[in-house]
């Protein structure tokens, strides 16, 4: 960014803190005073006349914005050179427009920091006024931020507080960016140290271009002795320091394209060695370790090559090609805005010919029937008028054959206009003959238009019926939805019937089968007794029985010899002792 628009972006803070009631329009005592800060933070002499001289012209009222440009241009920017405190320069404006926009008792950061942030939007801010900051600079502040505080980035919390901000605007101006930052809302878990110490380093990288800094330790020129020192890389200056408070600095390595930084071999008791030659003198330095070593190598490398080839620093060089990326973005989207403008007005275009072709089209029907009324009636008179003829020479014909002798001439005449008027009846006929084909055409578009309007009449009622089936289908699926529903009422009822029902002839079963056990345990127990009587009665009389008269079939067999009972009683028994196992059962 160039040194004119950075400072503007300051001095328009400065300017909008002077607008006490937002009308665009500061009062020239005010203005006088801002002057004559701006030349003193920036070393430039004073020329107190050179305002009146300039607004001579406006002598009353409070002077804009756009009044107070070419002042500014003229007698301050265009004599400014880089050779004052830029961070001095912007607490000047900061002051100047702090107190009247920032609240410093709802913020976790101290003012300090909140100077810093401030100093960062106007470093990422876009290059239009009011200074806004759009939510691509947002999440590449917030993740270097983080970074710096050693945590990790919450791709959904920023993701979520996009939404919220799209959702009302599209950018952020200064102090709502500072309320962001000192909320704490990104830095969750971080106490005030850690952020103050996050937005410090952020803050010496973007603002200060310190693209490294840290101890290492430094060989002396005339005593050869080594001393620890703080070094801070910049894009052309190594600056080394007592300490990292930066209190006592100690000198400068001037880079250039001609620098040179190579390693050493370990010497003198001192490890992880490198050597930086410039243009008029080397340095010797030793790292803490092999991997600062060879990480200050390669950011010295890195800023020599940007120096070669005349590029900025790597985060100025980022920022500008966000910024290209963003207005080719922007360059595109408006592009495609205006094909889609273009697309649609000639889409409108076409929509307006189609339906002028469609009113010729009406029209031309509309002639071509009256033409058709006008032919029909034209024809039906030359046919009259034919008709006429042709009476009007039989008569002549009949008087001419009264009188064929004294007037062959007429007769010849007669004879010549009668060919003229079949040639006139051959033209005519020719005539209508090609109005019959053009009808014929002109009939042909007709149809074809009216098969169009036949299609899309049936492509409708198509679609309609192919509605009233989803309705109808819809319906039936309703139905058939409430029927299940009452036959799975049904079931669950008839279930539960069936499951008291089972459970009732469980129970019958049991009694059952507790009675079979029962009437078995009787039947046992009258078996054994009838053994021992049949025991006893054979032993006192023997095998003594009566012998009755039985049947003359085969003797039935049992268990107490032949013809103890026939087969009709053993049938009987078999009946009655299945039909006792059935109610055991």
Not at 468 to 479: H, V, Y
Request: net charge negative; hydrophobic share 35%; charged share 35%.
């Amino acid at each position: 960014m160039p040194l004119r628009e950075e400072l503007l972006k300051s001095i328009w803070h400065a300017f909008t803190a002077l607008d006490v009631d937002k009308s665009g329009k500061v009062s020239k005592s005010q203005l006088k005073v801002l002057s004559h800060n701006l030349c003193t933070v920036m070393k430039i002499p004073h020329d107190p006349v050179a305002l009146e001289e300039h607004f001579k012209d406006d002598d009353e009222g409070p002077v804009s914005n756009q009044g107070y440009m070419p002042y500014l241009n003229k007698f301050i920017l265009d004599k400014v050179t880089d050779n004052f405190d830029r961070q001095d320069f912007n607490k000047m404006c900061w002051t100047l427009c702090s107190r009247k926009n920032l609240d410093q008792s709802q913020l976790f950061i101290t003012n300090d920091d909140a100077f810093k942030v401030w100093c960062i939007f106007n470093f990422l801010s876009e290059d239009r006024y009011p200074l806004t900051i759009v939510t691509e600079e947002i999440e590449y502040f917030l993740r270097k931020l983080t970074e710096a505080m050693g945590g990790s980035w919450v791709e959904e919390r920023f993701e979520d507080y996009k939404l919220q901000l799209n959702s009302k605007q599209q950018s952020l101006n200064a102090w709502d960016f500072i309320r962001l930052v000192g909320s704490g809302h990104f830095s969750k878990g971080m106490d005030r140290q850690t952020l103050s110490m996050g937005i410090n380093e952020v803050y010496q990288e973007l603002i200060l271009d310190v693209l490294k800094q840290g101890y290492m330790m430094k060989k002396g020129h005339k005593r050869k002795n080594w001393t620890e020192r703080w070094f801070m890389l910049k894009p052309y200056t190594i600056s080394y320091y007592v300490g990292e408070d930066l209190a006592e600095k100690k000198g400068d390595i001037i880079l250039d394209g001609n620098c040179l930084v190579e390693p050493l071999q370990d010497k003198e008791g001192k490890k992880c060695l490198f050597i930086i030659k410039s243009s008029y003198k080397s340095f010797e330095i030793s790292a803490s370790d092999k991997k600062k070593k060879q990480e200050w190598i390669q950011a010295i490398q890195t800023c020599v090559s940007l120096l070669r080839q005349g590029r900025p620093a790597p985060h100025r060089e980022a920022r500008q090609k966000r910024r290209d990326l963003r207005l080719k973005q922007q360059a595109e989207q408006e592009e495609l805005e205006l094909r889609m403008r273009e697309l649609q007005t000639a889409n409108e275009a076409k929509q307006q010919e189609l339906e002028n072709m469609r009113k010729a089209l009406e029209e031309a029907a509309a002639s071509a029937a009256e033409e058709e009324r006008r032919r029909l009636q034209t024809q039906t008179e030359l046919q009259d008028r034919y008709k006429m003829d042709l009476e009007r020479e039989k008569m002549v014909r009949q008087q001419m054959e009264e009188q064929v002798a004294q007037k062959s001439t007429e007769l010849e005449q007669y004879l010549q206009r009668v060919r003229e008027l079949e040639d006139m009846y051959s033209q005519l006929e020719d005539a209508l003959e090609d109005e019959r084909h053009a009808r014929q055409d002109e009939e042909a578009v007709r149809k074809l238009q009216a098969r169009l309007l036949e299609e899309e009449a049936a492509k409708r009622a198509e679609l309609e019926q192919i509605h009233l089936k989803q309705q109808r289908a819809i319906s039936e699926t309703e139905a058939e939805k409430q029927e299940l529903e009452k036959e799975r009422l049904a079931k669950e009822s008839a279930l539960q019937a069936a499951m008291k029902q089972l459970e009732q002839l469980e129970q019958e079963r049991q009694g059952a089968l507790e009675q079979y056990q029962t009437v078995m345990q009787k039947l046992t127990d009258a078996t054994n007794n009838t053994r021992t009587w049949k025991h006893k009665v054979a032993e006192h009389e023997g095998m003594l029985r009566l012998i009755q008269p039985g049947s003359k079939g085969p003797q039935m067999i049992t268990n107490w010899g032949p013809a103890a009972f026939s087969e009709g009683e053993l049938s009987l028994r078999e009946k009655k002792w299945q039909e006792m196992k059935n109610q055991a059962q």
